[in-house]
């Protein structure tokens, strides 16, 4: 990756708010040095693989506004924008954050000038605009721009479920908007239309397929100047209509333009109506001028980030973290209009009766650190997203997997929902039906879905790899996590008989651990193991490419035993083969990984360990269930330092949602949710010189590591309120009780 200095980084932020600051007439003064969001950059993680954005949007909105920059999509574009770009499409009005799967992309607004053509079949022939880097500038609710091409400078500001667009024009006798609804991620228009109601307001609907199977977007725009000339694209024909449907719909608007006249476009969205677009729009910005929706943005920012107060160990650390705070508070994302009024994930109209709901659950990635953190940090929030996937489960039966959009994409494995649900009620969360959770959660895994056939897997103890969907060796060791939570969860709820027997499936990691070659293998109908076998290959060598893993290897997922380290530990012999073994993973060859080209997502590698692909993500923090936290500390370290750059490429992998930037947090605090539900954290290694955490309950925490350095980067002991911690484990119950929590810092390695 390449690697810019932090001070240079700090010096861009600064002299881009500066910047923006003058093009908004504000004055330096006027500029809130006060609000966190100053150390927040959403550039972080644009460039590499990083896939975030840099749109306006607020914390869990349904909206964010902000550029689509590629002429053709590609992979790297999965959030549409990418640093390598030079050109903008325009500005759509959803996106996702940190995903290795594409779509979104809705309502595509652009401002040109002069006759434009409707087609852009190429960059050179298209209605976007070339731009520089140096020339944009981002920061939490804000996105601002020049475009070359046009001499445009652009504006956008972001609420919950709407948007502001600012345009500054040159003089022109035929300035403009496009409005753009074939334009998307990656997907493709169902049926799309657009309506001028008067020469101010615009309306129109996009429904879209692509990874999401079927969504849909209503917008209604106020303009703050007159139309006085229209024209519209529909399915391969021009003309002059104001009122037009189809697939490929668009409509330019135009007007003249004097020097730097400033042009305004108000924006609302809703999942359900025109109708209830304009609510929306009408609540959230009810008058015009950017100033206002900017502020408000930032405080609302703000209010979210203040729960955390910290201080750096290294220049560039605090932007560092509070951009992973950000990160981790953009999904999922809301659904509900303002009076509750929203379309269903079974595609019918509704109005929630309990409370706001949420889309956009990336659950295999985000049930080991984000909801860990949100439930720790943002219950209400945690709260609301449970429900929300509650509310999918009485429409449709099923709990979410890997939903975008109100669809299930059955992307990825495991069923995860679980997973949140039983933390949050293990932690006292009563804000959601008990019954109705643990119904769901047992249905999940019982009844047969895309990626469970629970027959064969109690057949087996597995699911064998001859006779069963692919990625059997992953599937098996994420339900046995999932069976355990179940487990817990009857537990606490009285049900003996169904806690014995989702405990028990709980150890079917065991059916296919080989102790010849210390790996977990994927096995057949008969108990055979598949040959040939090699624990670095991402993809089995058979003629469909067979993956028996998910986006990794059995280096990798070896390792994936979260409930029960313990027992994992006794499958190798003893501490030490185990310690042995783990160390082992992180000096392998990282260039001989075959399928490598395949599975992009396999990065931020040392050794095979890939910091970027999140079965890795609790790895490190096996190592003081072995009596060897100084293994730990030295790694998170190593990724603090090479993964988490203050810099556009500063990502080692996707942030997938939250959970790469949830993972540094937890990390720099110094604990980790290896087993979320157990309500203990593991100690790792603090990053940060002093961390204050303002609890919901009330209560603070701080932690203080005392004599933190580049060379002092062991903990020696820990201190809770005066009184010394020996195991290895802090318990939620101890964190929400407040207080403070000390590291005493030392060069040497402490092992136990």
């Known amino acids: 990756m390449k690697q810019n200095l932090n001070e240079n980084t700090m010096k861009r932020i600064l002299f881009s708010i500066l910047a923006i600051c003058v093009s908004l007439n504000l004055t330096y003064a006027q500029a809130d040095q006060k609000l966190l969001t100053r150390y927040v950059d959403p550039f972080i993680g ?6 975030t954005y840099p749109a306006a949007c607020l914390p869990f909105g349904m909206v964010q506004v902000g550029p689509d920059n590629f002429p053709k999509w590609t992979w790297d574009y999965c959030a549409g924008y990418n640093f390598d770009s030079d050109f903008i499409r325009g500005f759509s009005h959803t996106h996702l ?11 595509l607004f652009m401002p040109v000038t002069g006759d434009v053509p409707f087609v852009h079949e190429s960059a050179e022939k298209s209605y976007g605009s070339q731009y520089s880097h140096q020339t944009e500038a981002a920061w939490p609710g804000y996105y601002g721009v020049y475009l070359s091409d046009y001499n445009i400078k652009v504006d956008l500001a972001a609420t919950r479920r709407g948007a502001y667009h600012s345009y500054i024009y040159p003089r022109h006798e035929q300035s403009g908007i496009l409005i753009d609804l074939e334009h998307g991620i990656n997907d493709e228009v169902i049926e799309s239309s657009i309506k001028m109601v008067d020469t101010q307001t615009i309306v129109g609907f996009r429904r879209s397929k692509g990874f999401v199977e079927d969504h849909q977007y209503y ?6 100047k007159p139309f006085e000339n229209v024209s519209t694209y529909v399915d391969g024909q021009t003309g002059k209509n104001t009122d037009v449907r189809g697939k490929a719909v668009k409509m330019l608007v135009q007007f003249a333009t004097e020097v730097s006249e400033n042009v305004d476009v108000k924006v609302g969205l809703s999942t359900i109506s025109i109708e209830g677009a304009q609510r929306n729009l009408e609540k959230e910005i009810p008058s015009w001028g950017i100033h206002k929706v900017i502020r408000e943005a930032e405080e609302t920012w703000h209010s979210y980030l203040s729960r955390i107060e910290m201080e750096e160990l290294t220049v560039g650390q605090k932007v560092s973290f509070y951009t992973s705070l950000y990160h981790s508070l953009i999904m999922p994302n809301l659904v509900t209009d303002i009076d509750g009024q929203y379309v269903g994930w079974d595609h019918k109209p509704h109005r929630s009766t309990d409370g706001e709901l949420y889309t956009n659950f990336s659950l295999w990635d985000t049930y080991r650190a984000q909801h860990p953190f949100l439930n720790l940090m943002y219950p209400e929030m945690n709260s609301a997203m449970i429900r929300s996937m509650l509310e999918k489960y009485r429409q449709t039966g099923l709990l979410v997997t890997n939903e975008y959009g109100l669809c299930e994409t059955w992307c990825m494995i495991g069923n995860h929902a679980v997973n949140p649900i039983v933390d949050a009620y293990l932690k006292g969360d009563r804000s959601f039906d008990a019954e109705l959770a643990y119904e769901a959660v047992k249905k999940s895994m019982t009844a047969d879905h895309n990626k469970a056939d629970w027959t064969k897997y109690n057949q087996y103890g597995y699911f064998p790899y001859d ?4 990625e059997s060796v992953s599937r098996t060791m994420e339900s046995c996590y999932d069976d355990y939570c179940v487990a817990m969860m009857a537990k606490a709820m009285g049900k003996t008989a169904d806690y014995k027997f989702f405990l028990n499936r709980a150890e079917n990691y065991r059916n296919l651990f080989d102790k010849n070659t210390g790996f977990i293998r994927a096995r057949n109908t008969k108990g055979n193991w598949y040959e040939p076998f090699n624990p670095a290959a991402l993809i089995t060598p058979t003629p469909n490419k067979r993956r028996d893993y998910t986006e990794g290897n059995a280096w990798q997922w070896t390792w994936h035993v979260q409930h029960n380290p313990e027992g994992l530990i006794k499958l190798f012999g003893n501490k030490q083969q185990f310690v042995t073994k783990l160390d082992s993973l992180f000096k392998q060859d990282p260039s001989k990984i075959p399928g490598a080209e395949e ?5 931020g590698l040392i050794g095979l360990y890939s910091h ?4 890795s993500h609790h790895v490190a923090y096996l190592y003081p269930y072995a009596d060897r936290r100084d293994r730990t500390a030295e790694i998170v370290r190593q990724v603090f330092d090479e993964f988490y750059l203050a810099s556009r490429d500063g990502l080692c992998g996707n942030d997938d949602c939250g959970q790469m930037s949830a993972w540094y947090m937890f990390s720099g605090m110094g604990f980790y949710p290896v087993d979320p539900v157990s309500g203990d954290y593991v100690f790792g290694a603090p990053q940060f010189k002093y961390v204050k955490l303002s609890l919901p309950n009330g209560n603070s925490l701080e932690i203080n590591a005392n004599n933190l350095s580049k060379e002092n980067l062991y903990v020696k002991a820990i201190r809770l309120n005066g009184k010394a911690l020996k195991g290895r484990t802090i318990s939620y119950k101890e964190v929400m009780q407040g207080g403070i929590l000390e590291y005493d810092m030392t060069s040497e390695p402490i092992k136990k």
């Open 97 to 107: 954050s940190g995903t290795g799967c594409a779509d979104m992309g809705d309502v």
């Open 46 to 51: 644009t460039d590499y693989v990083g896939h």
């Open 219 to 224: 917008f209604y725009a106020r303009f703050s």
């Open 467 to 470: 006779d069963s969907y692919i």
């Open 599 to 603: 599975i992009p997502d396999v990065t």
């Open 612 to 615: 970027g692909n999140e079965p």
